[in-house]
């Protein structure tokens, strides 16, 4: 009874541990003409929600104020085949959403739009970004209202709908493994011609050396 309480604990806590892997919150520091980019790993068919909310540095008061009116950001997401799927300027406080049709690394960039001429160019800038990934962008608390679901059926619709992110996840793992494979045997053919071609060379020369050593004898007689 003891072991079967402790196997469960365990399956729980990495089954927390892998969906709060599809949660990430962050802040970071850039100028105000800087631009940041991540990377981030995501499978096929997969919504991402970013939150983020600028602050920008007071160099009256020595800390991080609300944003001026008129400072935004520009957000642009590239997918693994570097095509842009979102390019959009927001405020300083928003949220952006896209849909991944290929699977691999996202490349999210972020940057103010403010330009080396701006009168508050050079100003440091705090961003707090919160970047939730597929089942995590749902809110429950609206779907139950609008679709008037009790909360065992809620239940239910979060265990489908996190299955079905785990689904994507090893589907996304298989890609990956697929991938590497194919790279590890294209490096493995490319080692073994190459040895093939340095022992041709080496045999060539070998030939040539006895041919040169043969007409060296030859010509000073000594065969």
Not at 202 to 214: D, P, Y
């Amino acid at each position: 009874m003891v072991a079967a309480r402790m196997q469960l604990t365990l399956y729980t806590v990495l089954l927390l541990n892998f969906f709060n892997s599809f949660v990430s919150a962050l802040y970071f520091h850039i100028g105000e003409t800087e631009k940041k980019c991540f990377i981030e790993e995501i499978p096929d068919e997969t919504m991402i929600i970013g939150n983020y909310r600028v602050q920008l540095y007071d160099k009256m008061k020595e800390e991080y104020m609300p944003a001026t009116q008129g400072l935004g950001m520009f957000v642009e997401v590239k997918d693994p085949d570097e095509k842009l799927i979102l390019s959009r300027q927001y405020g300083s406080e928003g949220r952006f959403t896209f849909t991944s049709h290929t699977p691999g690394e996202h490349q999210i960039c972020l940057h103010s739009n403010s330009s080396k001429f701006s009168l508050f160019a050079g100003g440091m800038l705090r961003v707090h970004l919160d970047i939730q990934v597929g089942e995590h962008t749902n809110n429950y608390a609206e779907i139950a209202a609008k679709d008037k679901l009790t909360e065992l059926q809620l239940r239910v619709r979060q265990l489908v709908e996190q299955v079905d992110q785990i689904q994507k996840e090893q589907n996304y793992q298989r890609y990956r493994e697929e991938r590497f494979r194919q790279t590890s045997e294209s490096t493995n053919q490319r080692v073994l011609w190459w040895s093939i071609v340095q022992t041709l060379i080496l045999v060539a020369i070998g030939f040539w050396q006895m041919r040169h050593l043969k007409s060296f004898f030859e010509a000073k007689k000594l065969v």
